[in-house]
């Protein structure tokens, strides 16, 4: 079903309740999403991004419901992913000469997935579009979050269209960002920013100043995924500016995998002089074994300090553990302390591992991590408890 926003655009894009897993199995999306693609009707007819490919039939279905294919004067691709760019296939067969707009990456990468020689026109930032009324103003946004990425600027409507930038994984039926639960509004635009932006902080921030030095009368903003910013839409940017700039809160989270319990009574131990010292300090323990990887991954950028432990296992560390330190490695995260610990029965190098990864990953390591042989005893529990007071 389509939503009109103003006179000129409508939205009809496709929400997608059933969503759980994004990325393939690398992001879930506990609020299922959606793929916003954007009808502009001025004097000549565009269509902003279409969706994810196995939508493609029923998105060409409902856009033909909406408006005659052979009207539409211009395609803009913001980005190739195929969630944005999935159902292009199936519309470029009813309109194989309508124009393309897109950058130059952004032709590659669509040609790389679809293998057509589609209409492309290339643009960069400051070419400008006359669609009537209404002016067009590309802003290329590269890695923001891939090489291809552009935003659009309507003059008129004063509405920025900003690929995935400022998106959340949240399907609704509202249209506004200012219509749902803003908790969920802000986690879902958090968890998003830290699942798929965090390695992109600074491009984020130098994109952010340059569009705001441009000083464009901003009424919405428009993104990819989830809720329009219409009111107040500057504050999505704003906390996206705290985001980019090696953001935390007052938390120390705690991950780690466990054998036969005896890493996870450490990680406990720990826990409870980390608090003991600190009432105000947030403390998350979290088993990555048994844990969600995206609400891992959330924790971590909203950390301060991170713990991470594993027993020694075949001379190495455990393979939740492995596979998270590498997720964390990817977020290329600043301004983080982290320290290991882990249990072991003869050999134990996975606290010594586990350091490592974390210095390739960015963290500043406070210590050389702390190792308990087999099953901590009283009097270790207790000098855990002191290593965890020591810690903050
Ligand atoms: Fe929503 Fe990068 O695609």
């Not at 309109?95 to 589609?118: D, F, L, M, R, V």
């Not at 990864?357 to 991590?369: H, V």
Request: hydrophobic share 40%; with cysteine.
């Amino acid at each position: 079903m389509s939503k009109k926003i103003t006179d000129k655009i409508t939205w009809v894009g496709k929400t997608d309740w059933e969503l759980k897993k994004f990325h393939g199995d690398e992001f879930t999306t506990n609020s299922g999403s959606s793929y916003n693609s954007y009808l502009v009707q001025d004097k000549k007819t565009v269509l902003i991004d279409t969706a994810w490919l196995p939508y493609d039939k029923e998105f060409v279905s409902k856009l033909k419901q909406e408006i005659d294919l052979n009207k539409i004067d211009y395609v803009i691709a913001l980005h190739g992913e195929i969630d944005h760019s999935g159902s292009l296939k199936e519309l470029m067969r009813e309109i194989p000469n309508t124009p393309i707009y897109c950058t130059a990456n952004g032709e590659k990468s669509i040609k790389g997935q679809y293998h057509e020689n589609w209409n492309f026109k290339i643009v960069k930032t400051g070419d400008t579009l006359n669609i009537g009324e209404n002016t067009l103003t590309f802003i290329e946004a590269p890695m923001l979050h891939w090489p291809d990425t552009m935003f659009a600027y309507m003059d008129k409507e004063k509405v920025l269209f900003s690929s995935d930038g400022f998106g959340q994984h949240l399907a609704s039926e509202f249209l506004y960002a200012h219509e749902v639960d803003q908790d969920l509004l802000f986690e879902e635009a958090l968890i998003y920013y830290a699942n798929i932006l965090a390695p992109f902080g600074p491009m984020a921030i130098r994109k952010i100043n340059e569009i705001l030095a441009m000083n464009l009368p901003l009424e919405m903003i428009c993104p990819s995924h989830g809720m329009i910013w219409k009111e107040n839409p500057t504050q999505i940017v704003e906390k996206y500016l705290q985001w980019a700039n090696n953001y935390q809160e007052n938390q120390i989270t705690i991950i780690y995998d466990t054998m036969w319990n005896d890493t996870r009574k450490m990680a406990e131990a720990i826990a409870k002089g980390i608090k003991m010292k600190d009432k105000q300090v947030e403390v998350k323990l979290l088993n990555t074994a048994k844990e969600d990887k995206t609400k891992v991954l959330t924790e971590v950028f909203k950390s301060k300090m991170i713990l991470v432990g594993s027993p020694t296992v075949n001379n190495g560390i455990l393979f939740s553990i492995a596979g998270i330190l590498e997720m964390i490695k990817g977020m290329k995260l600043k301004n983080k302390k982290a320290a290991t610990f882990g249990s072991f029965g003869w050999s134990g190098e996975a606290v010594k591992l586990m350091t490592e990864e974390l210095q390739k990953a960015g963290f500043e390591i406070i210590n050389d991590g702390i190792k308990v042989m087999w099953t901590p005893d009283e009097e270790m529990e207790n000098k855990l408890i002191e290593y965890g007071k020591e810690l903050v």
